[in-house]
């Protein structure tokens, strides 16, 4: 499946302005297509290995899901070689989303290790990409799979995935997380009714979710009514966009409106 080599390091966070400076052309891919973009993940086992560890099989899911949405938004058609944008190359990004997709729910995780570290205080979405700041540091720079300002990247794109800014510029790997995490959660009409089939094909998303179920994702809408009740100062808490219903265990394929 080709792609170009570069992609726009910064988009809009806006999703209608980024669509108007894009040219996404929704093709029905095989999630076979989609893995054979991600050879170089296997350098990051140690990643997979966390994740598997702390998370849930939901949450494992979920975020196999949103990696799998996200490339195939990548592939439709997503910003590239815009003047005067500088751009990141196409390994890179699909690295870091990789790591990004993989470890952005630590903060919701139940396991020990993440309810007992100390930045489980904090909204789940700066507490998890603490978590995985220190994870991907500890693991990734001695090595130099991976530098400080990549680093920098997947921990923004985290702590700031459940943010829907309508002004300024996002980067594309939070863009992407963003837009696969919406769509996993609230469906085809997150930004309007079926608004997301302009970025990703239906049958592609009917495929990753039969690969990776989602069981009962009615969990995560009753763990987010706790986080609010808990932590009334969290970050989705400041934005409207969140009081819409989610999915639950619905199939993304078949949503329409919220």
């Known amino acids: 499946m080709p792609l170009p080599e570069k992609f726009d390091a910064f988009v809009p966070s806006n999703f209608v302005e980024l669509l ?18 991600d050879s ?3 350098t990051f086992g140690s990643s997979l290995k966390l994740a598997e560890k702390l998370y849930s099989q939901l949450l494992f899911n979920h ?5 799998y949405f996200a490339l195939a938004i990548l592939s439709n058609g997503f ?17 870091e989303l990789y790591l990004t997709c993989l470890l952005h729910d630590f903060g919701l995780s139940t396991h020990i290790d993440t309810t007992t570290h100390p930045a489980h205080d904090m909204t789940f979405e700066f507490h998890g990409g603490i978590m995985a700041y ?35 510029k996002s980067s594309a790997l939070g863009m992407l997380m963003q837009l696969s995490a919406f769509l996993d959660v609230f469906g085809y009409g997150v930004f309007g009714p079926d608004s997301m089939e302009k970025l990703i094909h239906r049958d592609t998303v009917r495929e990753i979710e ?22 009334p100062n969290c970050l989705t808490s400041h934005f409207l966009f969140h009081k819409r219903p989610l999915l639950g265990s619905y199939p993304v394929a078949d949503s329409h409106r919220v």
Request: aromatic content about 6%; charged content about 20%; some cysteine.
């Open 63 to 67: 975020c196999q899901r949103c990696y």
């Open 20 to 37: 108007a400076q894009s040219n996404f052309q929704p093709a029905p891919l095989k999630l076979a297509e989609l893995r054979e973009l």
């Open 210 to 231: 039969q690969a990776f179920p989602r069981g009962d994702m009615a969990q995560l809408d009753r763990q987010s009514q706790i986080m609010f009740e808990e932590k």
């Open 40 to 42: 170089s993940i296997v």
């Open 134 to 168: 220190e994870h991907l540091r500890a693991e990734y720079i001695s090595t130099h799979q991976l530098n400080d300002i990549q680093i920098a990247d997947i921990t923004q794109s985290i702590m700031l995935h459940t943010a829907p800014f309508e002004h300024g």
């Open 79 to 95: 910003p590239s070689n815009s003047p005067s944008v500088p751009q990141i190359p196409r390994e890179t990004v699909v690295k």
